[in-house]
């Protein structure tokens, strides 16, 4: 008892003195009693922390003249320059194969671009741009400490790098008498083109998002794609050496029709090889779409049935990746749900879960079972959340 009583106040020094650091957040230091449906008229004691207003901001806001709330906030840091933060070139290389198995190097954070749905862009706000030289730098010691063969250059959206030529150009020539090879996985379709840099850093398959099927509903998103770009920007890649272009669509999206649906396989027949990757939408926290619902089950396979046998009717030939829409439910919760999920992945681990998103493991049965017996509603995160609600990621500014 002693032992463990002197190891528990050490711990909770520890924890307080983290939580003076800013953007350091701990949760067993603030309260977590924040009922699902309270509204900001609801009572300040339900959002009252038990310490800590030294680093936590005390904010004020007022919605619609219904309420003043005041809670307590956390702001997350930001890394202002990207060239002096510390970049590490020094990687463990493992002597079994991984997924990813190469250098990966973040050339710029953020997006220049406003997808509604889209969490990233906000995660990741504002846009940071790494310079040539400092990749180029990070790339040298990281090939000379690592001995792999592939650089990858990552961002969000990698084909609105403002110097993407120059640093294609300048790898290019540094790595190629190397056999190092080059990689760009995030390609906008509007930003794909076949320019001498890009061009080198060709790949066996191509990958973009036009996520919705018409322009209408793309308009809706802010995805400002045209059918004919899509068309005639995946048409280029496959002609100038590209093997296959995979489009991924979402569907279940707010405002979405039939003809949206049908959209998508006639946009698909224009295209010749291509395969595409159909998801259910997920409203997620801190995206512009975070107080949208998620569409149910049953509606999501009436859709997916739709769109198979559209596209069976307009391009057979086209091979369609249907993501499950029961694995999409559980991601769904699992993102927008409070501390209560705690105790249901708590239970699905009990009852022998284990890497759920792994296809062959996922058992949706036990998931159920395991938010009946832990008596939380699941439905309840799935819910269209109204303009007054407070939200479980509403503490993080
Ligand atoms: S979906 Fe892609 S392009 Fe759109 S905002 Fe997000 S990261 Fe940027």
Known sequence: QGAEGREHRAKSAVLKELAKIEGVYVP??????????????????QYSSSGHESILRKQSREDKGIALLEQYCVEKRIIKDLDNSFFPTD????????????????IMRGCPHKCKFCQACKIFHPLRIRSVDRIMEIAEESVKNTGYEEI????????????????????????KPLGVKISLPSLRVSTFEERSGIDTLRRAGLTFAPEAGSERLRSTLDKK????????????????????????????????????????????????NVNLSINPFIPKPHSDFEREGMEDLETLKGKQRHLCSMLYALCSRAKADFHNPETSKIEAILARGDRR????????????LRL?????????NLWDHAFQETGVDPEIYLKRKEKNEILPWGFIK
């Open 356 to 364: 759920q998103a792994w296809t062959e493991n996922f058992n949706y």
């Open 28 to 45: 067993s230091l603030n309260s977590s009693r924040l009922p699902a449906r309270r509204t900001i008229g609801g009572s300040l004691e």
């Open 152 to 175: 990858s250059l990552l961002s969000l959206s990698s084909g609105d790098y403002p110097h993407i030529e120059e640093l294609a150009g300048r790898l290019e020539e540094k790595f």
């Open 225 to 272: 794609i045209t059918d004919a770009e899509i068309i005639e920007k995946s048409r280029g890649a496959l002609n100038s050496g590209w093997r296959k272009v995979k489009l991924y669509f979402m569907i279940g999206l707010p405002g979405e029709t039939f003809e949206d649906l049908d959209a998508i396989a006639s946009l698909t027949g224009k295209i010749k």
């Open 91 to 106: 990687i463990v290389v493992p002597y079994i194969q991984i997924v990813h198995d190469r250098i990966g190097i973040e």
């Open 341 to 352: 999920i705690g105790k249901v992945i708590l239970k699905a681990w009990e009852k022998g």
